[in-house]
């Protein structure tokens, strides 16, 4: 079965430092990795995804994930944290040998970012 | 393009009536999934069709729910009769097919708030 963890409900950082939002997945085979971001009273919005090729992933908003097959996480990542990005982030996984077109989403986490 | 759009964007009603979404997909999307949101549950997959055609509604939750699409710009969700715990956010979301083996991205409507009491 796929399955997709966002291990902290929260994260909090201070506007100017790095942000890591962590996710880690569970398919058979090979993924497709997503981020998506919600901001309040909206519908969630694309950031970026893995498909194939350079496991550095850049995205919308300054926005970075890594592809790490090893230890079969996609963590969202942002050198310079603004409070703008407060929001609620999801991830979310196919794996490639299912015939289907689901994604499996986590249950997101919640950045705050203080001034 | 203007995205996916859904109305209404509010719903409120009483325990008992009928409820009807709306949704367009992006123009040329051939995939349109609706999910629904909640605190309790988190974001949902209730169903999904391809070229207008449901290809897995194992989401749906039961009879009451039942989803549409006449054509390619246009589906339904319906609710009937509706129960205070569908109070939820319902969105829908288009994507392209799957290309060269990818998945491709899904774009999310705004949402439709329902509250039923």
């Known amino acids: 079965a796929q399955s997709v963890a966002q291990p902290e409900d929260q994260v909090n950082v201070a506007e100017g430092n790095p942000l890591t939002v962590k996710c880690t997945y569970s398919?058979?085979?090979?993924?497709?990795l997503f981020w998506y971001v919600q901001y309040p009273n909206r519908g969630l919005q694309f950031l970026l995804k893995?498909?194939?090729?350079?496991?550095l992933v850049k995205g919308s908003y300054g926005f970075e994930a890594e592809f790490n097959k090893s230890q079969t996480s996609f963590h969202l990542k942002k050198p310079s944290a603004l409070v703008s990005d407060s929001a609620l982030y999801f991830c979310?996984?196919?794996?490639?040998?299912?015939?289907?077109?689901?994604?499996?989403f986590g249950t997101g986490t919640r950045l705050q970012v203080f001034p | 393009d203007a995205g996916v759009i859904q109305s209404p964007r509010h719903e409120v009603t009483e325990m008992g009536q009928e409820v009807t979404l709306r949704c367009k997909p992006i123009s040329g999307h051939d995939y349109l999934f609706w999910y629904r949101q909640t605190m309790m549950r988190g974001l949902e997959l209730l169903i999904y069709f391809n070229n207008n055609v449901p290809i897995d509604d194992s989401g749906m939750p039961e009879d009451r729910f039942s989803a549409k699409m006449p054509n390619a710009s246009f589906s339904t969700l319906k609710i009937q009769p509706s129960e205070p715990r569908d109070s939820a956010v319902y969105f829908c979301?288009?994507?392209?097919?799957?290309?060269?083996?990818?998945?491709?991205?899904?774009?999310f409507g705004p949402g439709t708030r329902l509250l039923v009491l």
């Open positions: 398919v058979s085979g090979n993924p497709y």
């Open positions: 979310a996984v196919r794996g490639r040998s299912y015939n289907t077109d689901k994604l499996i």
């Open positions: 979301a288009s994507s392209l097919g799957r290309t060269g083996g990818y998945q491709e991205t899904q774009y």
């Open positions: 893995y498909i194939t090729g350079d496991n």
